[in-house]
DNA sequence: TTGAAAGCGCTAACAA
DNA sequence: TTGTTAGCGCTTTCAA
């Protein structure tokens, strides 16, 4: 009774069992024009009955190509990265390619393994959401003619194809959105990554607070820790911004970089009696789908996750298909500011 | 200027160099006895020299296996998906496999697609979320000798290995525990789809009520649409609860199928100008980061993600290594219920 | 229109 | 210890 599976149909199966040659056979299969039509049929429904299907491997290694891309990703369990995720696979696999996924957790040497993965593996190309502390790896994929799309943050010494999310006009958007408002002592609560997606957000704080006619001094950026290395979690935590404002001189407003920083501050806040927006106004950052059903609706930065992701596949594609020497292009998409109860004083807007 | 990538190394470039055989090379890279120490070293001198990657399509059509496990998952937006993707990736990588991911956004079709694509990869064995509508392409993969573990939802039909949670006992404890703090008239609210994790809640919510002495007429179990198909987004819309409690005569206490109709119920209610849980208690499922923080902390099942992707892996492997005709085996692992002050009234506890 | 031959890069027999 | 030979399943010359 240990029958156990037969062994994969080829052509050479069909091609024995209908007296032809495996060359045939293929071309039959692959529907090339040197076949009759009778061929064709029969041999199409021999492949039909064995059940055959096409060995990608041997395909790939005669063709060069395993039509394969890689999809290298810092951390599933942040919302944003999860749909980008879901618009990468869709838009690759709509292209007939195959999607490798590789998860780094921030940890370049993750990073490096990835590499090392993703050359063995003969992908045709990677989206790379990079860690950004290292590159020498990322130039020898490179170098060994595997295009790259950098997603979300930039490796600009690489010269690759980038699309990303413009971080810092959304930053520059909340922040003069609660300058307009009324405030004037506004202060920026980020998380404590060294990536520039959290650079450009303190650079647009900076310049709405600079066009706004308001000083920033540097005790108005405040960060706290975020849990790097663990993508079975969310990288922030509420629990360190709500602890981050238990004993904090209240300021006008706090722009967050995350809504999960927003919501520990909605809680301590209320803990303090104080009220949002009355006392004090709160922007978010993600848009995450519970903002608008807070018993403070939270005014937030809508990232444009899914076109971010497929733009990157196009990118890819394109350059896998076109001169790999074009220059490189560098697309930053624009987010949104969704103004909620959480910034939407009466007294002040 | 024009240079491109020269093609990548190979392993008769590094024999060609040192005057060797392919096949020594192969050797002395592969770490196998029959090879004198300096040759090997030379061999890999040189290896790391030009910089050679082994050929992994090359590699494994001769071995017979691509190193290569699939996933495939109805939406990576569903947190729980997430950090089981992560959980999954982490586990599959420290193995020394590769992992191909397929989201089905809850499609059969697209389910079916997935199949193909793993029957043409050569997958060695994929871990899946089946859509459970139709299994007939599972079935087909299963007997190409492509050993498949379920997860989350299981297809009884194909005797394959299963790993979930068990959510009708996490059902049954919400439940109990509301009935112990003085419920007496309790609502479910659940996701329409048409799987077991809904249908196993339900039972559990039936089997609470009875152990508690509560008679369950149909109307008190009611659903409300889910965003299927569309792995961009969640697929519980926290939206629908909150119309369909506008106008609901109200229990004492609701059972909901996720954190985010209790979401959406949680404002309605306090629009309603009731209060949680003094008028009516919630319960949510999923344990989602913002649970603890909203203003009404909320009480939910935590499901054990990281622990349900190992597993899956860890069967996967196994049946890999062992006899393929081995009984199949179905865990259920237990989630956990967190009591917060949605449900807990000094009055009634 | 079909078939024979060669080869993608690698590994596993076997022989030297 | 090393080299020769064969072959994984497929596609692409080139002849017939």
Redesign the pocket.
Known sequence: MTEGPR??P???DIATAL??????V??A??DK????AS?RAAVQAEAARIGYV??TL??S???GSAMTLGLVITNPSNPFYAQLISSIELRVRAQGYSLLLLVTDESVENEQRATEALLRSAVDGAVVVPVQAEWDHWRRVRDSGIPLVFVNRDVPELDCDMVGVDYERGSYEATSHLIAGGARRLLLLEEDLPITTTADRITGFRRAMADGGLEVSDDLIRTVPTRRYDSLALPWQPEEAYRFAQSLALPDAIVTGNDYFALGLLRILAERGLQVPRDLAITGYGDHPYAAYLQTPLTSVRLPAAEVGTTAVDLLLQRLKRDANERPRKTLIRPELVVRASTRTPARL
Not at 19 to 24: A, Y
Not at 33 to 36: A, E, F, G, I, Q
């Open positions: 062994p994969r080829t052509l050479r007296g032809l040659s495996v060359n045939t293929s071309r299969l692959g024009d040197s076949v009759s061929t096409p060995n041997a395909r290694l005669v063709l």
